[in-house]
C-alpha cells in the first residue's frame, strides 16, 4: 500500500525555521512531483511549492519564494520543504502529495496525500 507521510511540523517563533520532511511508503519518490500545500484555519488548502520529478526544478507561491525552499534526497526517498524566516501567517497545517506527471498546481491533480503535519508559529 503507498502512503505518503509527512513530519517535522512543530510550535515555533516568528523568524524561526523548520524544515518539513515528506516520503512515500511502497514506493519511490522519484519519478513524482511532489507538491506541497497548506491549509490554515477558516481558509482554503492552498499551493505552496512543487518539486519536479527529477529534483532540478521547483516552483513556489510568491508569498513564500523568498523564505521557502524545496528540496529531494532521492538517496532517502525524501521531499524536504525548508521554511525560513516563518511569520504567524504561516500557521497551517501543511501537506504533501505526488502525482506520477508534469508539475500541477491543482491539488485534485495529485494521487497520494499525506495526513499533514501542524505548523503553528507565534508572534
Known amino acids: 500500500q503507498v502512503r505518503v507521510i509527512e513530519s517535522g511540523g512543530g510550535l515555533v517563533q516568528a523568524g524561526d525555521s523548520l524544515r518539513l520532511s515528506c516520503t512515500m511508503s511502497?514506493?519511490?519518490?522519484?519519478?513524482?512531483?511532489v507538491g506541497w500545500f497548506r491549509r490554515a484555519p477558516g481558509k482554503e488548502r492552498e499551493y505552496i511549492a512543487i518539486?519536479?520529478?527529477?529534483?532540478?526544478?521547483?516552483s513556489y507561491v510568491d508569498f513564500v519564494k523568498d523564505r521557502f525552499s524545496v528540496f529531494r534526497d532521492n538517496a532517502k526517498n525524501t521531499v524536504y520543504l525548508q521554511m525560513n524566516s516563518l511569520k504567524s501567517e504561516d500557521t497551517a497545517v501543511y501537506y504533501c502529495?505526488?502525482?506520477?506527471?508534469?508539475?500541477?498546481?491543482?491539488?485534485?491533480?495529485?494521487?497520494?496525500w499525506g495526513q499533514g503535519t501542524q505548523v503553528t508559529v507565534s508572534s
Open positions: 518539486a519536479s520529478p527529477s529534483g532540478r526544478s521547483a
Open positions: 502529495a505526488a502525482r506520477a506527471g508534469a508539475a500541477s498546481y491543482l491539488a485534485s491533480s495529485y494521487d497520494y
Open positions: 511502497g514506493r519511490a519518490l522519484t519519478g513524482y512531483t
